[in-house]
């Protein structure tokens, strides 16, 4: 691209950066003495590099160091003093707190309030509190970190890592990450969440657990999932279904108790027949006030966080990590999710201005090939066909011309 269109005098890798408050990461390096004993890399210089290693899809630390080599040049328009060595990479990835990089990825997750979008683009719920949750697993190579599943032949099972996340339905970014190993039950985690009255969130049937639900009851927590099978279900009172819920596919609803004796729990079941799949549903809520169609269409608002997931594993596969200890693999889960919400800031901050609809994997494919060309990129993304039509080759140099004749 000429200089009189689109060029800028920072790479794309450093205007993803500029997202990044730095004042904010050097404080929180100062509260948890990360930089303690640090010669060279610093808290931020370990985050911009490991988010490089994202984008460009790196597999060990020699690929990293050897494509930031190539780059020598672009190194402090990143906010690098120096390409760092492996063994400085490989010491920070398992010493420096993961902690620190899951504060800054918190932090960093209030960039994008304000934003309100949903996976296709148009709001289907109208509580802006409807939290998404979900827990996949990564498999890993080593059993650093425990994961499920049988013992094979040899004695040995690959390890798993386990990300419980919890998703805003209408701002598409986490609010809420936790990694663990693979083994760990789902049902440990949920007294963690922060949730306030009046929220509404939305899981599958692995977190099911009665107490908590009870708790989140009286604080004033709206919850629907799915009611397992072989769940103790005790009827209370069925509710009337109307011929415009029985087209929609709703079957049955009415008032139980879930469980026996004193742990047991009030709620509603709501039948639903999914007429695409021929499935059924039982969908279990403790809300008695919404209809039963409105209950289906809250339930299937957590594909959304599926599709977070989806898109993480499609464009930073984590397969290869960059360390074999549990804080080295955790600090790379956490700058992909970092990576990712750089990625969707950008593209809802191009969709905002211009009228051109990226993919996300679009964007992503596209920040990996010009990470280090020098394109002002949101103008790119808001009408690309626009920037073709207005380019005009460079003219060649008069001196370079002379020099050739000659």
Not at 348 to 361: E, I, N, Q, V, Y
Request: aromatic share 8%; proline share 5%.
């Amino acid at each position: 691209m000429s200089q009189g269109s689109l060029f800028t005098g920072q790479p794309v890798l450093s205007q993803l950066l500029q997202l990044i408050p730095k004042n904010l990461v050097d404080r929180l390096a100062k509260e948890h003495q990360a930089d303690r004993y640090c010669k060279t890399l610093f808290t931020y210089d370990h985050l911009v590099t490991m988010l490089s290693a994202i984008y460009m899809g790196c597999t060990g630390l020699r690929e990293l160091v050897t494509g930031l080599q190539a780059c020598q040049q672009r190194l402090r328009h990143l906010g690098l003093k120096q390409n760092p060595r492996r063994s400085t990479l490989a010491d920070a990835n398992k010493r420096r707190t993961e902690a620190l990089f899951e504060i800054s990825s918190t932090a960093f997750t209030g960039a994008t309030t304000g934003i309100p979008r949903t996976a296709d683009g148009v709001r289907t719920v109208p509580w802006a509190a409807c939290m998404c949750w979900t827990a996949p697993r990564s498999p890993l190579f080593s059993d650093v970190l425990q994961g499920t599943g049988a013992f094979g032949l040899n004695g040995r099972k690959k390890g798993g890592a386990k990300a419980h996340v919890v998703m805003r339905v209408d701002q598409q970014v986490p609010c809420f990450i936790d990694l663990t190993e693979g083994k760990r039950n789902d049902k440990h985690i949920m007294a963690r969440v922060p949730l306030v009255g009046g929220s509404v969130v939305v899981f599958d049937m692995g977190y099911t657990n009665y107490a908590q639900w009870a708790a989140w009851d009286k604080q004033g927590v709206f919850w629907v999932t799915r009611l397992q099978e072989g769940a103790v279900v005790k009827d209370r009172e069925h509710l009337p279904v109307n011929d415009a819920q029985r087209v929609a596919g709703v079957i049955a609803q009415q008032l139980v108790r879930l469980g026996a004796g004193k742990r047991s729990l009030a709620a509603r079941v709501v039948h639903y027949h999914h007429k695409e799949s021929g499935r059924i549903f039982r969908f279990v809520t403790n809300n008695t006030k919404w209809s039963p169609t409105t209950v289906a269409r809250i339930y299937r608002q957590r594909w959304d966080i599926e599709m977070l997931f989806k898109r993480i594993k499609q464009n930073y596969p984590l397969r290869d990590f960059l360390g074999d200890s549990p804080n080295a693999i955790k600090i790379q889960i956490w700058c992909a999710f970092i990576a990712d919400l750089l990625v969707t800031i950008v593209r809802d901050r191009a969709h905002l201005t211009g009228p051109r609809r990226w993919s996300f994997s679009g964007v992503a494919s596209l920040l990996r090939i010009h990470l280090h060309t020098y394109i002002d990129v949101l103008r790119f993304l808001r009408d690309p066909d626009r920037a073709l039509i207005d380019y005009k080759p460079p003219e060649p140099s008069p001196q370079l011309s002379l020099q050739l004749s000659l």
